[in-house]
């Protein structure tokens, strides 16, 4: 049996999660700089938006930059922007051709113009798609998220349209980024390290967390297929007893 033949598509997750880890130390074992890598994880991004696509995926959001990837050397900063950019009008076509719609969460502010016209006219040119949603969190971070959603909440507080006695879990969702989205059902991080690094810190509370050592630009079609595979043998109990899952079932 095949590894596609072993996954429920009725039981797909609506939300997948990934973050892309890997590239430079990729490259650096394939004796190239940092950028070789960058590089070669843009087809990865390709590869696994049309098996997410072909899946019935919903909502694949991929950790794109981070807020601390600012700190790295401002010449890999400049590539990384002009790959990004690049590579999403490269893709919008493909993009549009599949139905899939493209976003962005994180602080657009920070782009430079050039990125951030580029990227809004991309998110435009595919926003009719209906088919699944591809979410690059760009100059973002969990804290960072938070931090502005407790702005947010307090200034309404402040002005006398919410109560404090008013904010929940709810409230706090609707606040973030990701509002208009589920909570990720699945977490995926390349390249080995076995931590979150400040993504989707509230969105995750419940989701599951697939970990694997290869790195992001070979984790490739049938890597996707094994994660998929991994999570439906997974019981997910949000805090109830296996016997209480069963008896819903």
Known sequence: MSLIEKIDKTRMPSHVAVI???????????????????ENGVETVRVITEVASELGVKYL??????????????????????????????QTPHLIKNNVRLTVIGNMDRLPQFARDRLLKCIDDTSRCT???????LSYSSRWEMVEACKEIASKVACGTLATSDIDDTVI???????????????????????VSNYLLWQIAY??????????????????????????????????????VQEQK
């Open 207 to 244: 989701s599951e967390l697939y970990f694997t050592s290869k790195y992001w630009p070979d984790f490739g079609r049938d890597d996707f297929y094994e994660a998929i595979i991994d999570f439906q043998a997974r019981e997910r109990r949000y805090g109830k007893t296996s016997e209480q």
């Open 173 to 195: 969702s609707s606040h973030l980024t990701t509002k208009d989205m589920p909570d990720p059902d699945l977490l995926i991080r390349t390249g080995g390290d076995l931590r």
């Open 20 to 38: 892309m880890d890997g590239n430079g130390r990729w490259a650096k074992e394939h004796g190239h700089n940092r950028s070789f890598g960058h």
């Open 131 to 137: 088919g699944l949603v591809l979410c690059l969190a």
């Open 61 to 90: 959001t991929l950790y794109t930059f981070s807020t601390e990837n600012w700190n790295r050397p401002q010449a890999e900063v400049d590539l990384l922007m002009g790959l990004i950019v690049t590579s999403i009008e490269k």
